[in-house]
């Protein structure tokens, strides 16, 4: 279907889950340096993004609450927790083992694996040479520099497929599920990581979700369905209360591969999805601004912003939050990528103990309560105000 809206839209590509020539345009990302725009399918609801060139240009790093924010590269750390935990669950971590890593980064799951797994064998795959480098020399690892489509693997050659936000930046992810389920051994056991569109339906979305990074976008029905159509048996589902990802542990049990068909109900919720998000991205990025005139009146208390990400660039850029006023931006992580942002200084939490700001900022969603129990600890005296909060009480003065 060629609508008015994207002029020049041919479709040329067909879906990755229901293999049909359905693919609808239905959003374009602000500031994609790839030109992307997010399509439907319109026989299975499957969100995905074209065109889907097989090699990104390495762009530097890119703090940025739009489409071109990336290659800071260092969330997938943060999910080596409750992959290990899955692990514990289902394998016996002293017994001797093989694991496929997909997408190792710098190494993290790596790390901890070989800590708590002393006979674990890994073989990883991680193309981007400026990180993978990190993962060379470390035992019982062997390390291949390629991407995994390019990977030809023995069959039957793994009891564990690890694979940690990597398949939403495939050309054919169902083509590769499908690789995985060949390499693992009989009753061998898939563990699978991936953003979740869920939190397209946030109520404080502000930043461009649609990154450049990513070609597929996932609702936990499509990815569910694109693992059973694989042939793989879901054993655990993923946590409905988890907004930001759909981790899950599936099995090689023999089960023969289905195509999957047509799914209308999920055509119409990736529809309404879209259209919330847009409603409700367009709404915050105004109530940004009163959310600025708030902060600018905390300003004589000595105020510190925790978070210096993609919701701190939103409250920039489309708040036009003065950021001279800071005394203090505090990143814990992005520090190591960048050393300023809209002209404040990064410093570690260490900096908090020293400045002893008035009133503290929490610049994130996922990672929240953490900081603010961190915060609690470094600097007990200040207050401390939630990025949800500060966005909510705008949205009630504008409604107002
Ligand atoms: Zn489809």
Redesign the pocket.
Known sequence: MVTGLFPGHHMTDT??????D?LEPIYKPEKSTRGLTVHV?G????LQSLPRADRMERLPAAVSGGADWGNVRYGKGFRTRIALDALRRNVDLTSDFSVLDVGSNRGSFIRALLDAAPHANISAVEPDERVASSCAGLPRTQLIEERIENVALETGRFDIVHSCHTIEHLIDPARTLADHHRVLKAGGLLILDAPNTALLASDDIVEEWFIDKHLYHFSERTLTRMLEATGFTIIEHPDFKDRSNLFYVACKDGRKPAA?G?DLQEVEYARELIASYVANRARNMLALTSVAAELLSLAPRRMAIWGAGRLFDSLVTYGKFDASTLTLLVDKHLQAHVSQRHGCTLVGPEGLADSKPGVVIIMSRDFASEIAAEVGKLTPNAEIILYSDLIYRARLRDAA
């Not at 879906?15 to 049909?20: A, G």
Request: with cysteine; glycine share 8%; hydrophobic share 30%.
């Open positions: 879906c990755s889950l229901c293999n049909r359905a399918c026989s299975c609801g499957l999957a047509s």
